[in-house]
C-alpha cells in the first residue's frame, strides 16, 4: 500500500533514501535534493513538509515544500522558495497525484492563500499558470574549441575579449568574494540580497556540489563571480555577481565561459542556465549564448486569493521600492535584506 510520509530535519537515514530516489528519477532536479530542508531551517527557519511516497519500503515520490508567510507578500506553501524547478518528482502517476492532494490538505489546513508547484513541465490542465518564465540549456561539448565555436559569433567576441584583458577563473573555498560582488549587484538593480549566511550554508550542506567561480582581472581584481550546483552530468549557475568594471572588460561573459570550459573538463555534458523571466536583461543575455529555452510551469491551487501572485521585480507596485532600495547605503541594504527577502522566496 502507497503511504505518504514527511522527512524530518533529523533523518540522516531517511534523507540518504531521498537523495538515491532523487539521483534516479528523471523528473527530479537538484532543487529536489533532501539538503535543501535543512538550510531552510538553519538560514530562514521556514517551516517544511518535506513529502514522499512510499510502497514496499521503497520510495516512489518526493514533494519538497516550505511555508512562507508574511504581511508584504502573502501566505504560500510553496516547492520549493528560492529554487527555479520544484513539484513532484515520481516515478509514478499514482505516487505524484497522492503527494499532491497531500499538499494541498496541508496547505488548507495552514490556511495558506495559495500552494505553489513550480514544474517543469505541465501538470494539471485545470490549474491557475504562472508562465513568465522559460528554462535555457545548451549541450556542453568535450572540445574547448568545439565549445567556442557554438557561441553565436558576437558573444564569442566578448569571451575573447576577456581572456585578450589577461582574465583569469579561480575556484574559492569560501563566499566571501562572491557575496561581495553578488550583494553590489543586486543592490544596484534595487532588490535585497540574501544573507551571507545563505551562500555559506549551501556550501556546508552540498559539498563539492555546490561551487564558487571567481575571475579576477589580470592584477588579481574580483570582478565577477557565480555559485553554481552539480547535479548528474549537468552545471547549474543560480547565484552571480560582478563589479561595474565587469562589463568593460568582459568579465561576465568570461565568466561562463570558463564554468562552460571546466565543466567539460570533467566530463559534464549539459549547461543548466536555470529560469529567466522573458522580456529580462538576463533573458536577452542568455539568448545571446545560443541557449533554446523551453517553458517553466509554475501551477497553483489559489484558496485565499482570486490571481496568481506576481512577487517579481516587474510588478508595477513594487517600483517605488526598488528606487528607494537602490538609494539605500549598502551596508545598511545588506543588514535589512535578508528580513525581506527570506519571505520572497
Same mark, same amino acid.
Given at each position: 500500500?502507497?503511504?505518504?510520509?514527511?522527512?524530518?530535519?533529523?533523518?540522516?537515514?531517511?534523507?540518504?533514501?531521498?537523495?538515491?530516489?532523487?539521483?534516479?528519477?528523471?523528473?527530479?532536479?537538484?532543487?529536489?535534493?533532501?539538503?535543501?530542508?535543512?538550510?531552510?531551517?538553519?538560514?530562514?527557519?521556514?517551516?517544511?513538509?518535506?513529502?514522499?511516497?512510499?510502497?514496499?519500503?521503497?520510495?516512489?515520490?518526493?514533494?519538497?515544500?516550505?511555508?512562507?508567510?508574511?504581511?508584504?507578500?502573502?501566505?504560500?506553501?510553496?516547492?520549493?522558495?528560492?529554487?527555479?524547478?520544484?513539484?513532484?518528482?515520481?516515478?509514478?502517476?499514482?505516487?505524484?497525484?497522492?503527494?499532491?492532494?497531500?499538499?494541498?490538505?496541508?496547505?488548507?489546513?495552514?490556511?495558506?492563500?495559495?500552494?505553489?508547484?513550480?514544474?517543469?513541465?505541465?501538470?494539471?490542465?485545470?490549474?491557475?499558470?504562472?508562465?513568465?518564465?522559460?528554462?535555457?540549456?545548451?549541450?556542453?561539448?568535450?572540445?574547448?574549441?568545439?565549445n567556442?565555436?557554438?557561441?553565436?559569433?558576437?558573444?564569442?567576441?566578448?569571451?575573447?575579449?576577456?581572456?585578450?584583458?589577461?582574465?583569469?577563473?579561480?575556484i574559492?573555498?569560501?563566499?566571501?568574494?562572491?557575496?561581495a560582488?553578488?550583494?553590489?549587484?543586486?543592490?544596484?538593480?534595487?532588490?535585497?540580497?540574501?544573507?551571507?549566511?545563505?551562500?555559506?550554508?549551501?556550501?556546508?550542506?552540498?559539498?563539492?556540489?555546490?561551487e564558487?567561480?571567481?575571475?579576477?582581472?589580470?592584477?588579481?581584481? &574580483? %570582478?565577477?563571480?557565480?555559485?553554481?550546483? @552539480?547535479? =548528474? #552530468?549537468? +552545471?547549474?549557475?543560480?547565484?552571480? *555577481?560582478?563589479?561595474?568594471?565587469?562589463?568593460?572588460?568582459?568579465?561576465?561573459?568570461?565568466?561562463?565561459?570558463?564554468?562552460?570550459r571546466?565543466?567539460?573538463?570533467?566530463?559534464?555534458?549539459?549547461f543548466?542556465?536555470?529560469?529567466?523571466?522573458?522580456?529580462?536583461?538576463?533573458?536577452?543575455?542568455?539568448?545571446?549564448?545560443?541557449?533554446?529555452?523551453t &517553458? %517553466?510551469?509554475?501551477?497553483?491551487?489559489? @484558496?485565499? =486569493? #482570486?490571481t +496568481?501572485?506576481?512577487?517579481?521585480? *516587474?510588478?508595477?507596485k513594487?517600483?517605488?521600492?526598488?528606487?528607494?532600495?537602490?538609494?539605500?547605503?549598502?551596508?545598511?541594504?545588506?543588514?535589512?535584506?535578508?528580513?525581506?527577502?527570506?519571505?520572497?522566496?
Amino acid at each position: 500500500m502507497l503511504s505518504i510520509k514527511q522527512l524530518t530535519v533529523c533523518d540522516n537515514a531517511a534523507a540518504a533514501r531521498w537523495d538515491a530516489f532523487v539521483l534516479g528519477c528523471p523528473q527530479a532536479t537538484f532543487f529536489h535534493r533532501a539538503g535543501w530542508q535543512r538550510v531552510l531551517h538553519q538560514v530562514f527557519g521556514h517551516p517544511t513538509h518535506f513529502l514522499y511516497a512510499e510502497r514496499d519500503g521503497c520510495i516512489e515520490g518526493v514533494l519538497p515544500l516550505a511555508q512562507v508567510k508574511s504581511l508584504l507578500f502573502g501566505h504560500a506553501l510553496v516547492s520549493l522558495p528560492f529554487a527555479d524547478y520544484g513539484g513532484v518528482a515520481a516515478s509514478n502517476t499514482a505516487a505524484a497525484d497522492a503527494l499532491e492532494l497531500e499538499a494541498q490538505k496541508i496547505a488548507r489546513s495552514l490556511g495558506a492563500g495559495h500552494l505553489e508547484l513550480r514544474n517543469v513541465d505541465r501538470r494539471h490542465q485545470d490549474w491557475p499558470l504562472q508562465d513568465l518564465y522559460v528554462r535555457l540549456r545548451k549541450p556542453i561539448l568535450s572540445d574547448d574549441e568545439a565549445n567556442m565555436l557554438a557561441i553565436p559569433r558576437k558573444q564569442r567576441a566578448m569571451v575573447r575579449k576577456g581572456i585578450k584583458h589577461g582574465l583569469r577563473s579561480e575556484i574559492d573555498l569560501g563566499v566571501d568574494r562572491f557575496f561581495a560582488l553578488f550583494a553590489d549587484n543586486v543592490h544596484r538593480h534595487g532588490t535585497p540580497a540574501m544573507p551571507k549566511r545563505w551562500f555559506q550554508a549551501l556550501r556546508d550542506e552540498f559539498g563539492a556540489d555546490c561551487e564558487v567561480l571567481t575571475v579576477v582581472s589580470a592584477d588579481g581584481h &574580483p %570582478l565577477s563571480s557565480v555559485l553554481s550546483f @552539480y547535479f =548528474r #552530468d549537468q +552545471v547549474l549557475p543560480h547565484h552571480a *555577481g560582478d563589479d561595474l568594471a565587469a562589463r568593460h572588460l568582459a568579465a561576465n561573459d568570461f565568466k561562463y565561459w570558463e564554468l562552460m570550459r571546466r565543466a567539460a573538463a570533467r566530463g559534464l555534458t549539459g549547461f543548466d542556465f536555470g529560469r529567466s523571466k522573458q522580456g529580462s536583461g538576463p533573458h536577452a543575455f542568455k539568448m545571446n549564448w545560443g541557449f533554446e529555452p523551453t &517553458p %517553466l510551469h509554475y501551477e497553483y491551487c489559489l @484558496y485565499k =486569493r #482570486d490571481t +496568481v501572485p506576481q512577487n517579481n521585480p *516587474g510588478n508595477v507596485k513594487y517600483k517605488l521600492m526598488i528606487e528607494a532600495w537602490r538609494r539605500l547605503p549598502l551596508g545598511l541594504a545588506n543588514w535589512l535584506g535578508p528580513f525581506i527577502v527570506r519571505n520572497l522566496g
